[in-house]
């Protein structure tokens, strides 16, 4: 018999593979045999850790593990049905509570994903007709979730409130969703959150931060970059990640209790989904525990950060604008981010290289991230290691104003790429 024909899509997809392989852009999936605070364990080798969103040194915490363990013995392991039917338990029940209450917000809703998260709260509110209106560099799952709803997406330039006025002025009367990154994935830099919250109201529009990298980390009580801007809970819609700071693994949205009831009725990635397993709740419910009585984490991370800037600074590194544990060095094409990323790694570092589309085309960088579970001594080594690996790097021939080598057959899609994708990680 003669072998099936590969069908049509998966040839294309193939083919795009291919194009992203010859571009030095395609992603490679690496297995983590160990991971332990600021270390991870690949192929045998021990690396310290420049590349987990574990900013308080959480995710291995004894009483983050205890209580998954115990959450497990008293709830097991699944849900065993969506929240409406039966999958409700009072696991999640006290995490939501406890999440409000740490907020000032009148209600929080766990959802399974950050992603899950923007799908239903955008999913709830926006209609075709309706707008949303984004820092160009917001993450993928915002673009997405509005698109999702079947709103028109209208961005403005990174951290521009003009730019969000002209767009807003244009939109004129038609409901719109302002919503943005509260510290950017890519660029750890802060949104402008209190003009942002400020203009969103003047023009009857709804606004939304999404606190996936500040939540734990900025602000009273690693209360978020909304707090730290002064904001008052009802000035704007949080939607929080558990995978980051929390070292445990979901979201959840949090907002005036109207908010919560209509996504309750709305959001179909809410309604039609099994509500995560109980015993991840009582394990955020100890991370979040943690947050609140353990401030020296979130110190102990500020001074890591100031640190790496310091040495980075005396050691002429290009760091960017960014105050947050997210540190990035742009390096320009992907090839050079590859090379970097790949001989810190043989120098015992794991720092992933960022490129295009997630970043733009020439942006292509090394994205360090630190975390309290660091000592000063791995920051010292590192900085070393950078300055000595980027100044061995081949010459910027393919410098921050040129198009990605060998990008032929997507040179197409590269350009327009960024645009809808870019900070899409
Ligand atoms: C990681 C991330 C998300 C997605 O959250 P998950 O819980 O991992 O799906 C959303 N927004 C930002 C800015 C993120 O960095």
């Known amino acids: ?39 991870r364990v690949v192929a045998g080798e021990r690396l310290i850790d420049f590349a987990a969103n574990d900013y308080l040194g959480l995710a291995r915490h004894p009483h983050v593990i ?69 820092d160009k560099r917001n993450h993928a799952s915002m673009i997405d979730a509005a698109r ?12 521009d409130v003009a730019g969000c006025a002209r767009q807003l002025e244009r939109l004129g009367p038609r409901a719109a969703l302002v919503a943005t990154d509260g510290v950017f994935s890519m660029d750890g830099d802060i949104a402008p959150i209190a003009a942002l919250a400020t203009l969103a109201a003047a023009h009857r529009a709804t606004f939304a931060v999404d606190e996936a990298h500040a939540l734990g980390v900025l602000g009273p009580d690693g209360r978020g970059s909304a707090a730290l801007a002064g904001l008052r809970p009802r000035d704007a819609i949080i939607v929080g990640t558990l995978g980051k700071a929390f070292g445990t693994y979901g979201a959840f ?4 209790a109207a908010l919560i009831d209509g996504l309750i009725q709305f959001a179909r990635p809410y309604v039609y989904a099994t509500a995560p397993p109980p015993a991840l709740a009582t394990a955020t419910h ?30 002429a590194l290009p760091i960017m604008a960014s ?55 791995d920051i010292d080594r590192l900085v070393e290691a950078l300055a000595a690996v980027l100044s061995a790097l081949p010459d910027p021939a393919a410098g921050p104003h040129r198009a990605e080598p060998g990008a032929t057959p997507e040179s197409k899609a590269t350009q327009t790429v960024p645009e809808t994708e870019c900070a899409s990680r």
């Not at 999702?148 to 951290?159: S, T």
């Open 1 to 39: 018999m003669a072998a099936r024909p590969t069908p049509a899509l998966i040839e294309r997809l193939i083919a795009r593979t291919r194009a992203r392989a010859g571009a030095a852009l395609v992603r490679t999936l690496e297995t983590v045999e160990h991971t332990s605070g600021a270390t």
């Open 66 to 134: 205890a209580a998954l363990i115990r959450g497990a013995a008293n709830d097991g392991v699944g849900a065993r049905a969506a929240h409406l039917l039966g999958g409700h338990r009072s696991a999640h029940a006290g995490l939501e509570a406890a999440l409000a209450d740490w907020l000032g917000q009148e209600r929080a809703l766990l959802v399974g994903s950050g992603w899950l998260a923007h799908l239903s709260l955008f999913g709830a509110l926006l209609e075709s007709g309706d707008a949303s209106v984004q």
């Open 148 to 159: 999702y709803a079947g709103a028109e997406l209208v961005r403005y330039p990174h951290r």
């Open 253 to 256: 949205v949090a907002g005036d």
């Open 286 to 315: 100890a991370a979040l525990a943690l947050i609140l009585n353990e401030g020296w984490r979130r110190e102990r991370l500020a001074r890591l950060v100031a640190r790496f800037r310091r040495l980075a600074h005396s050691a």
């Open 323 to 377: 105050t947050t544990p997210i540190q990035p060095l742009i390096v320009g094409s992907a090839a050079r981010a590859l090379l970097a990323s790949a001989a810190l790694r043989a120098r015992g570092f794991a720092v992933p290289a960022i490129r295009p589309p997630t970043v733009p085309v020439g942006a292509a960088r090394l994205r360090i991230s630190l975390s309290a579970a660091h000592a000063d001594g």
